[in-house]
């Protein structure tokens, strides 16, 4: 088995295109393939002791699912599934994407409510990232000036995706235990 989950949400599929260019730098021993969480299962998730987890951020701020107007269930279904599980112990990166042009005022705020689930369930979370490169005016996901998670903007700073991916990565690296 993988050592390494990574589960995402997604409505567009931007997420899940970031899903697969992180799996693309790891052999199967070290990560799981992606799994989108409307077909994850809590079982799923709790067999690993390091996870990475991905959202974008919809509407006024909000996780993806059904009450903001995606196709199929998402993050904001997943979660109440999870109550019961652990995190204690278990080592959690977090990226999100957004739009700092169009929702400059809620640009990634979906990721404080991943961020803030998983703190309170135990969980040490790595790969705090730098606001510094971002236009935008307010985000949730800020805790102690740096975003919770790699901030990715693939709607206005797309060519900046692959770069951002590396040095994030390079960041959770030790954390993780990743031969990078």
């Keep these: 088995m993988a050592r390494i989950g990574l589960f995402f949400g997604s409505n567009t599929g931007k997420?899940?295109?970031v899903a697969k260019l992180i799996k693309k730098r790891f052999d199967?021993?070290?990560?799981?393939?992606?799994?989108?969480?409307?077909?994850?299962?809590?079982?799923?998730?709790?067999?690993?002791?390091?996870?990475?987890?991905?959202?974008?951020?919809?509407?006024?701020?909000?996780?993806?699912?059904?009450?903001?107007?995606?196709?199929?269930?998402?993050?904001?279904?997943?979660?109440?599934?999870l109550e019961g599980v652990d995190f204690t112990g278990k080592t959690v990166a977090l990226y999100g994407l957004g739009d700092s042009v169009s929702y400059a005022d809620e640009f990634l705020d979906a990721m404080i409510v991943l961020y803030r689930f998983v703190v309170e369930r135990g969980a040490k979370v790595v790969g705090a990232w730098p606001t510094e490169g971002y236009d935008f005016e307010h985000s949730e996901s800020i805790v102690d000036g740096k975003f919770v998670g790699l901030a990715l903007d693939l709607d206005n700073q797309s060519g900046m995706t692959d770069e951002l991916l590396t040095a994030w990565l390079g960041l959770i690296a030790k954390d993780f235990d990743l031969p990078l």
Aim: one cysteine or more.
């Design 28 to 81: 199967d021993d070290t990560m799981a393939d992606p799994l989108n969480v409307n077909r994850a299962t809590p079982e799923d998730l709790a067999q690993y002791q390091y996870l990475i987890l991905g959202t974008p951020t919809l509407g006024d701020g909000q996780l993806p699912g059904l009450s903001s107007d995606c196709d199929s269930e998402s993050w904001e279904e997943f979660l109440p599934q």
């Design 15 to 17: 997420t899940r295109k």
